[in-house]
């Protein structure tokens, strides 16, 4: 079974690899670039919508596999109670961020469609149902669990996004991410939720070949948002199968290195917009508002372009952070063999 699920992480990779180049051509015709700026470090026009090639390529695996059950080539059940939501909850963000990547969108209709999204798999039944920490007793979360899964969703989703800043940066973090969930699922005998995280890698592998630095085309909105979302929905369903259920510390250190980077960002931008509506007490409701969709915006005073301005190159910065993160995702094992 379990080489069946290798089998599918093989055809995400090699049509992503395929496709990439095509939707990579589409774009170039098609005059779809994203150009440099004043929050960009990208001197040339580059294409944007490498979400295209992943997401198609996700869909060719997952789409192929009744097909390959009844030839007989693979033996793996589908896990469609975390599939069906998934796949809605994906196919919702993926428009949203290609709308964004053509047109752009406001903030405002973003987030919308981020919260359609997220409440999606929690229609579904999907949520946090207890916490603990390090495997110790758990602490149900009644009430809070529903509002506590929303804000989950869409903060990792928000974070795959605002880390995407250099080449191949999100793509990689993306793939220690889902491998590593992908093992802890595995450790658990539970090979059928392994296909999500598995499927996802390969997707991604095969894109960033075309999307390490030098990029010849980046992963846009449509393609970070259900990056992010995808890992954020897989880490809630492994927190609450049962007893060998995954403690929140193996969860924030999978995903440690996005949450960080958003979390300090978001931390010093609202110290920021708290200072700019104090020194302006006559500012308007709906101005204060608009200060604070700033907490959204791009800027170049991330972890990673902390790192290029302390003299690491484009490069070497990002496999700093590929580095910072295997290193937690191999803590996140370890705690899951300890305290299971």
Same mark, same amino acid.
Not at 252 to 275: C, H, K, Q
């Given at each position: ?7 599918? !992480? ?32 990208? =001197?040339?026009? =580059? ?5 295209v090639g992943v997401f198609a390529s996700a869909l ?9 059950? !009844? ?16 796949? &809605? ?19 405002? $209709?973003? $987030? ?6 997220? *409440? ?16 110790? +007793?758990?602490?149900? *979360? ?7 899964? /929303? ?5 990792? %989703? ?10 191949? &940066?999100?793509?990689? &973090? ?5 491998? !590593?969930?992908?093992?802890?699922? $595995? *450790? ?10 598995? =499927? *996802? ?17 980046? &992963? ?9 979302? %995808? ?25 440690? =290195? ?8 978001? %931390? #010093? +931008? ?8 104090? #020194? ?7 101005? #204060? ?11 170049? #005073? ?14 070497g910065a990002v496999l700093v952070l590929y580095g910072?993160? %295997? ?11 300890? /305290?299971?």
């Amino acid at each position: 079974m379990l080489s069946d699920v290798v089998f599918l !992480t093989g055809i995400a990779a090699v049509a992503s690899f395929l496709l990439t180049p095509l939707v990579c051509q589409a774009a170039i015709r098609l005059d779809l670039f994203d150009h440099p700026g004043v929050r960009k470090i990208h =001197v040339k026009p =580059v294409p944007r919508l490498g979400g295209v090639g992943v997401f198609a390529s996700a869909l060719v695996a997952v789409l192929a596999v009744p097909g390959l059950q !009844t030839w007989g080539v693979i033996d793996v059940p589908v896990a469609s109670g975390f599939l069906v939501p998934l796949l &809605l909850g994906c196919t919702v963000l993926f428009l949203v961020g290609l709308w964004d990547d053509l047109w752009q969108l406001s903030i405002g $209709l973003k $987030l919308l469609g981020q919260a359609i999204a997220s *409440l999606i798999p929690i229609l579904w039944g999907i949520g946090f149902d207890h916490v603990s920490v390090f495997g110790s +007793r758990s602490v149900q *979360l009644g009430y809070v669990a529903l509002p506590l899964t /929303f804000l989950w969703v869409i903060g990792v %989703t928000n974070a795959f996004n605002l880390i995407d800043g250099l080449d191949g &940066l999100s793509s990689g &973090l993306a793939i220690i991410a889902a491998g !590593t969930f992908a093992l802890l699922f $595995l *450790l658990k005998g539970d090979v059928q939720s392994a296909l999500v995280p598995l =499927v *996802l890698l390969g997707a991604v592998a095969g894109f960033l070949w075309h999307n390490f630095h030098p990029a010849k085309i980046f &992963l846009g909105d449509s393609g970070s948002l259900i990056v992010g979302y %995808t890992l954020a929905v897989t880490a809630v369903v492994g927190s609450r199968t049962d007893a060998t259920s995954w403690p929140i510390a193996i969860l924030l250190l999978v995903l440690g =290195v996005p949450i960080l980077d958003t979390l300090l960002a978001m %931390t #010093r +931008r609202l110290i920021e917009i708290l200072r700019l509506i104090r #020194r302006d007490r006559a500012t308007s409701c709906l101005k #204060r508002i608009r200060h604070f969709a700033g907490l959204l915006q791009a800027d170049q #005073r991330h972890m990673h372009y902390g790192l290029l301005t302390h003299g690491f190159s484009h490069r070497g910065a990002v496999l700093v952070l590929y580095g910072l993160a %295997t290193l937690l995702a191999a803590l996140a094992c370890l705690i899951a063999i300890l /305290f299971n």
